[in-house]
């Protein structure tokens, strides 16, 4: 699968276990990596245009845990959890990520995420690879408007750092 969206948003899985995503924002990479890793800059962006973060828990070093809640329009709420594995600011971050739910089994115990952000001319390529513990797992999150939602979401945090540049 390879796809591009009209907001810059490139998904690809080039192996079976992984889903692996980029982005190029017009901002410089302390802009962007600040913007996921705080809580007052998150609720600003985390989600689809549609959806709220109203909680967010932030321990940002390795062995630090995180916690998000988003909420739907119509009051369906999400969370999600997970751990700081690696911490190098403003280069990169990885995590673990569990969604929290019995409707979010059939994508497994969770997924490793490694989230790189390079800065070149104040422009920063944002690249993520989602790992997963089975092709099975993947292709389950695959099947949910994942890539739509997160679309969303890094067009919102386009619009974000952008403005604060």
């Not at 700081?84 to 990520?97: D, I, L, S």
């Amino acid at each position: 699968m390879t796809a591009g969206s009209s907001t810059g948003l490139i998904v690809t899985t080039p192996r079976e276990r992984e889903i692996h995503i980029e982005r190029v924002f017009n901002a410089p990479r302390e802009l962007v990596f600040d913007a996921w890793t705080n809580c007052e800059h998150l609720k600003r962006w985390y989600g689809p245009r549609d959806w709220t973060l109203v909680h967010c828990e932030i321990d940002l070093r390795p062995g630090g845990r995180w916690r998000f809640v988003q909420r739907g329009p119509e009051g369906m709420e999400m969370g999600q959890n997970g751990e700081y594995q690696e911490v190098v600011r403003p280069e990169c971050f990885v995590t673990t990520e569990v969604f929290e739910g019995p409707e979010f089994e059939p994508m497994g115990a969770g997924t490793v995420n490694t989230l790189a952000f390079e800065e070149q001319d104040g422009r920063t390529t944002l690249k993520g690879v989602i790992a997963y513990a089975s092709q099975e797992a993947r292709d389950a999150a695959l099947q949910t408007p994942m890539e739509e939602g997160m679309g969303e979401s890094f067009d919102r945090l386009a619009e974000l750092v952008e403005a604060r540049a």
